[in-house]
């Protein structure tokens, strides 16, 4: 069985931004290799995972996407030896100076976010919070070793090592959403020890962040029957509001709303109700955010559901997350699926 806090470890090292996520693929294939029957890369990028099912053929499908793409910045600018940067997906801007990074220019090299003294900025901007343009980052070099080394488009990637707190919780970068890359591993696993009639594809999607394109696509070449998206949500933290964030290491969620599925979410609640593992409703009247949305709305249509793993400090170097949510979003999800029959799809109607 994986040791899923080590195997974190080695995910949230690696860098993966979206759109450039081939230095996390091979990580996830060597773990999810072994507990499928088939491993392929879709034209965009996103990993395929299949394990069989028992059931007779042709098989009813589910897959479950785990976005594997992170956040991160890329060079808009070389000036007088610094670097200017824009951001890949949402980067929260205000806890930026001060970042260690890594600049992935001809070669590899350290670097850190800086900015400029505060009398420096415009008045207006002296005693508030710094925008990414006025932001740079310095490796430390001549002008002309950085011209050399560094090109308009190179990535920058958040380079601070994990921490392993007390309590079984992960600190670190790009934690969203590579816990629940983790969590499907450990659903794999569990699922590779009993039968199920379904085949499951378990896909580590490209893109989520800069717009689905991963979920699209595969969920288009594969054609599942069922959808499942897991991924992260908002844990509550310093000054966050009790309605809007959910506790720490105190059970996943279930999101509800017009993304899912009512029966989908109605059998999934029972099954989590019935092992006694703990979970939160979270109420999402809209788009969710998540890869389900585009699974949802692919061809004529998936049935979808959302897990969720209450992470702190969203999109910041320092996310924090639960190992036992993790799991417990795996195990929740290998149960699903284990109970799916053939007959299951005539019990599904859409009833709000």
């Given amino acids: 069985m994986t040791d899923i806090a080590n195997f974190l470890k080695e995910l949230i090292s690696a860098p993966g ?24 890369v879709s034209k965009l990028g996103s990993l ?13 499908s589910i897959l479950v996407a785990t976005h594997m793409d992170a956040i991160g910045l890329m060079v808009s600018a070389v000036v007088d030896g610094f670097l200017r940067i824009t951001s890949i997906g949402g980067i929260d801007a205000r806890i930026l100076p001060g970042q260690m990074v890594t600049v992935h220019g001809r070669q590899e090299l350290p670097g850190m976010v800086v900015a400029s003294p505060a009398r420096l900025l415009p008045i207006s901007m002296q005693n508030d919070i710094v925008p990414l343009e006025y932001l740079l980052v310095d490796v430390g070099l001549l002008p002309e070793e950085v011209t050399q080394l560094v090109r308009v488009g190179d990535i920058v990637s958040f380079s601070q090592l994990p921490i392993e707190a007390d309590g079984e919780i992960l600190v670190g970068h790009t934690l969203d959403n590579r816990a629940s890359v983790a969590a499907l591993a450990h659903c794999l696993e569990l699922l590779r020890t009993r039968p199920h009639a379904w085949d499951v594809w378990a896909v580590a999607t490209v893109q989520e962040e800069i717009g689905l394109g991963g979920a699209f696509t595969s969920a288009f070449q594969l054609r599942p029957s069922l959808a499942v998206a897991i991924d992260v949500t908002f844990a509550s933290g310093p000054g966050s509001p009790s309605h809007m964030t ?16 009512p029966f989908l979410f109605k059998t999934i609640k029972e099954l989590a109700e019935g092992l006694e593992i703990p979970f939160h409703l979270e109420p999402t009247p809209s788009h969710t955010g998540t890869d389900t949305f585009a699974m949802q709305v692919t061809a004529d249509g998936i049935p979808n559901l959302v897990i969720g793993i209450p992470l702190r400090y969203m999109h910041t170097p320092v996310e924090m997350v639960a190992i036992k949510d993790v799991m417990r979003a795996g195990r929740l999800i290998a149960e699903f699926i284990a109970q799916l029959d053939e007959d299951f799809m005539g019990k599904l109607t859409w009833d709000d």
Avoid: M
């Fill in 246 to 261: 959910f506790p720490l290491g105190k059970g996943i969620t279930l999101i509800w709303g017009p993304n899912i599925h």
């Fill in 48 to 60: 395929h995972g299949l394990q069989r099912g028992t059931g007779l053929e042709p098989r009813k």
């Fill in 17 to 40: 931004l979206s759109g450039y996520e081939s230095a996390v693929r091979p990580l996830i294939e060597k773990v999810w290799g072994p507990v499928t029957d088939e491993i392929t």
